[in-house]
Nanobody
Framework: QVRLVESGGGLVQAGGSLRLSCAAS????????MGWYHQAPGKQRELVAT???????NYADSVKGRFTISRDYAKNTVYLQMNSLKPEDTAAYYC??????????????WGQGTLVTVSS
C-alpha cells in the first residue's frame, strides 16, 4: 500500500552534517504530513520535525536552528538536513508519513529507521 525507503544515516564527527531522505511509494492519492522522529537507546521515540502538506514546519526545541525539514512534492520525498550535529543527536531516525491511499483511506506509516551516530 505505502512503502517508505529511508537513506542517509551514518557516522559523523560532532559539528558535521548529514542529510536524511525518505521516499514514499505505493497507491498514494495524496500525502498529508511528513515527519522525522528519533529514538535513542533506552529512550522513547521523540518528534524531531514535521512538515504539512502546505509546507508548515515544526521542530523540537533541541534541533531548532540546526536541522531543516523539507519535502519534494513531485517525488513524495521528505528530507532532513542536519547541521552542527552533537553527540546527543545519536539515535535511530524514523520517517513518518500520513497519506490518503487508494481503497484504504488515511494511513500512517513508519520507515524502517536509519542510524545516525555522532562522535565527540
Amino acid at each position: 500500500q505505502v512503502r517508505l525507503v529511508e537513506s542517509g544515516g551514518g557516522l559523523v564527527q560532532a559539528g558535521g552534517s548529514l542529510r536524511l531522505s525518505c521516499a514514499a511509494s505505493g497507491s498514494i492519492i495524496s500525502i498529508n504530513a511528513m515527519g522525522w522522529y528519533h529514538q535513542a537507546p533506552g529512550k522513547q521515540r521523540e518528534l524531531v520535525a514535521t512538515i504539512t502538506s502546505h509546507g508548515s514546519t515544526n521542530y523540537a526545541d533541541s534541533v531548532k536552528g540546526r536541522f531543516t525539514i523539507s519535502r519534494d512534492y513531485a517525488k513524495n520525498t521528505v528530507y532532513l538536513q542536519m547541521n552542527s550535529l552533537k553527540p546527543e543527536d545519536t539515535a535511530a531516525y524514523y520517517c513518518n508519513v500520513g497519506s490518503t491511499v487508494a481503497e484504504v483511506g488515511y494511513l500512517e506509516v513508519w520507515g524502517q529507521g536509519t542510524l545516525v551516530t555522532v562522535s565527540s
